[in-house]
């Protein structure tokens, strides 16, 4: 390996380090700490970029990649204890990993003490750390980076080492690379660090900036939907209001505006007021949970992760659903609602807030339990929490007001609404159905976190088959619960809601069915993942296929069957990646073209399998930091970065056979229509005869 390769080879791996695509969310400041008795501490710090985040170094194994701290000295050192973790922490359970995960955002500190063997002379303490990135979409090549310190014991130097500073000050590159480009390096470069053209990592053919075609789309950065729980809410509103606790009182509260006011614009402004205090009311109830997300900014990712919590969500769903069924009322304390309802009789404004508080506090029997779905749905669902409840109450608020409100202004719509009846119960016990079903979401996380695994998904499913043949049983009358009508008509409405049940049942029985790729697509993240199954399988491959890993053999396959060349960057730690294959490459119409229209390559960045010594070798990226080429994964990422300037995870290329780029290259989780848009882009043009 000649010295002149490897030193263009670093001269380009620093312009790709520091141009636009290669991300860098981590910036590293190295410390030595004197403390007594010859004892030192090593500090590494890490000062990450916002969304961005590293593992911790306790993850459980075949999840994502720990981060690795080794101090060594040629001088010699004795280690003392482990390595310490102190930052902003996060532990959650991971839906792709099927795992629980701690993960570290902002500021974290590794700490490391030791000793010097040889405490009359100076040492330099090397810190070696290998770490991988990652946001809510991407997953960065996990990066291994070298620094230097030397320590200069006191009883030499007269006088402690350097202290830890307190805050963070890492300078930023200052070298113009702007006008370097890959074509203005020399060929030494181009052949890459082996002794053959094949084995060199920089590929002159592979020129991502100008595919043969631009057709395809990009990932879009997946963000919070809050207008999702806005909908939730306004429906679940929609949903309480045909409730026997609700829906009687609209003619009751109506009549408070109009009866006695001769005064109608009066009345019409009161209604309104009544409507907006209706909204305030619900809004209002999501305040406390900002200010406990203030107090610990991490307390909504415990409350997801933790095995008693999520157990008692589970027995709360049930005692909800034992409610819905008529068994028992849920209530506030009456002296709550009686001391509001005497506030009424204040007027004006005050009187009309107390309505709004009454009506509130009256249906909270039935509201109660429709609350509870949307707080549980959003603490478990979301890193936000505190603004999806907000959302969420904010519609449901919105629906309340707008059906109270424009009644009040239309008194005469009154006569249009349905009677109080039976049916109103029959809404309830369809609910109190649907509450033990979330129920059982609770429980299966609470399974997942703790690793019992004894909710597997097909035991997940059938007890849903059960709940849902109870459902369809109640709707057409073969079952009836403490407030039904004994002697009740089945309606055409209860007839058409239990065809639809029977069909959910012939839905989910597919799930109980061994299958060649994953089933119940739309119920993933619902669902135990299909790793937690009776039927999964180690050692299937990917769904049935069998990629391979490396590129360079792969091209000579798709050379050989005239077919366009997949490159998948992915990793074995890589979340994000597990999902694109879970719930996109399975989908039927994205299956049959990964495995019969491409040659698939899937290049793992975190394969720790050691390269022969021969090609191991580190890259020097300046301020002490050097970069560690000794991994088949250290490998492919440095392939991947110097060809196609990226370093994320999951990234795709489609490549013809003769090396060349089709169309853009795509990152990240992204919808299945955007990845099928991509793929049949590129290999539309290959077939079309204009690739060459």
């Known amino acids: 390996m000649k010295f002149k390769n490897w030193f263009f080879l670093t001269f380009l791996f620093l312009f790709q380090a520091f141009s636009a695509q290669i991300k860098d969310p981590v910036k590293f400041k190295y410390n030595i700490n004197a403390l007594t008795n010859n004892e ?23 999840s994502g990649i720990p981060t690795e701290l080794k101090l060594s000295s040629k001088q010699g050192i004795q280690l003392i204890g482990k390595v310490q973790e102190i930052g902003k922490k996060h532990d959650e359970f991971s839906e792709a990993f099927g ?66 500073e307190e805050e963070v000050a890492v300078s930023e590159p200052t070298q113009n690379t702007d006008s370097l480009r890959t074509s203005d390096l020399p060929e030494a470069v181009i052949a890459g660090p082996a002794a053959t053209k094949q084995e060199g990592l920089k590929i002159a053919s592979i020129d991502f900036e100008n595919p043969q075609t631009d057709c395809g789309v990009a990932a879009e950065k997946n963000t919070e939907n809050f207008w999702t729980y806005l909908l939730l809410g306004f429906f679940g509103g929609l949903i309480a209001l045909l409730t026997p606790c609700v829906f009687p009182m609209i003619p009751l509260t109506v009549s408070f505006f109009t009866k006695g006011s001769k005064d109608k614009a009066k009345g019409k402004r009161d209604a309104l007021i009544y409507g907006f205090f209706i909204l305030m009311i619900f809004v209002l109830l999501s305040v406390p949970f ?68 009454t009506l509130v506090i009256v249906s909270f029997s039935c509201t109660g339990p429709i609350l509870g779905s949307l707080l549980g749905s959003a603490v478990t669902g979301s890193s936000n929490v505190p603004m999806l409840l907000t959302y969420a109450l904010a519609g449901f608020g919105f629906s309340w007001a707008i059906v109270f409100g424009l009644l009040a202004l239309f008194p005469q719509a009154l006569q249009s609404l349905p009677k109080s009846g039976g049916w109103m119960n029959t809404v309830k016990v369809v609910l109190g159905f649907i509450e033990l079903g979330l129920a059982l979401k609770f429980l299966s996380k609470a399974d997942l976190v703790s690793k019992t695994f004894f909710l597997k998904r097909e035991l997940f499913i059938a007890i849903w088959i059960l709940i849902a043949i109870g459902l369809v049983l109640y709707l057409f009358g073969k079952i009836r619960f403490p407030h039904d009508d004994k002697n009740a008509k089945i309606s055409i409405t209860r007839k058409i809601i239990g065809v639809l049940g029977i069909g959910f049942i012939i839905y989910l029985v597919q799930g109980l069915v061994p299958a060649e790729r994953p089933t119940l697509q739309n119920l993933s993240g619902i669902l135990p993942p299909i790793n937690v199954s009776y039927l999964h399988k180690e050692g299937d491959g990917i769904l049935g296929m069998h990629p391979s890993h490396d590129y360079f053999e792969a091209l000579e396959i798709a050379k050989k069957e005239n077919k366009p060349l997949l490159i998948d960057f992915t990793g074995y730690g890589c979340e994000n990646c597990r999902k694109m294959e879970e719930f996109v490459w399975s989908e039927p119409d994205i299956l049959p073209i990964l495995q019969n229209e491409v040659v698939l390559a899937s290049l793992y960045i975190d394969d720790k399998e050691a390269l022969p010594e021969s090609e191991q070798t580190s890259v020097d990226m300046g301020n002490g930091q050097k970069k560690k080429i000794k991994t088949i994964g250290d490998k492919w990422s440095l392939f991947q970065q110097i060809n196609f300037n990226n370093n994320s995870q999951p990234h795709y290329v489609l490549i013809s056979p003769d090396g060349k780029v089709i169309n853009t290259p795509v990152s990240g989780y992204m919808p299945k229509e955007d990845f099928k848009k991509f793929l049949e882009c590129g290999i539309g043009f290959f077939k079309s005869g204009q690739a060459k």
């Not at 230097?148 to 030499?156: G, L, M, N, S």
């Not at 933790?306 to 027995?315: G, H, P």
């Open 40 to 62: 030192y501490e090593a500090v590494l710090t890490a000062a990450i970029d916002k969304n961005w985040h590293i593992y911790s170094q306790d993850l459980p194994p075949d």
């Open 99 to 164: 795992a629980q995960i701690v993960y570290y955002s902002d500021l974290v500190l590794f700490k490391q003490k030791f000793k010097l063997k040889n405490n009359t002379k100076p040492a330099t303490i090397t810190a070696e750390i290998t770490y991988q990135t990652c946001d809510d979409r991407v997953c960065l090549a996990p990066n291994t980076l070298e620094f230097e310190q030397k320590v200069t014991p006191a009883a030499v130097a007269g006088e402690s080492v350097v202290t830890i």
């Open 290 to 357: 900002h200010i406990i997300d203030g107090i610990a900014g991490n307390i909504f990712n415990q409350i997801s992760t933790s095995v008693w919590l999520n157990i008692a969500f589970f027995i709360i769903f049930l005692f909800f659903a034992g409610s819905f069924f008529g068994y028992y009322d849920i209530t506030l304390p009456s002296s709550i609602a009686n001391k509001s309802s005497k506030a009424e009789d204040a007027g004006g404004i005050i009187g009309i807030f107390f309505m709004a508080l």
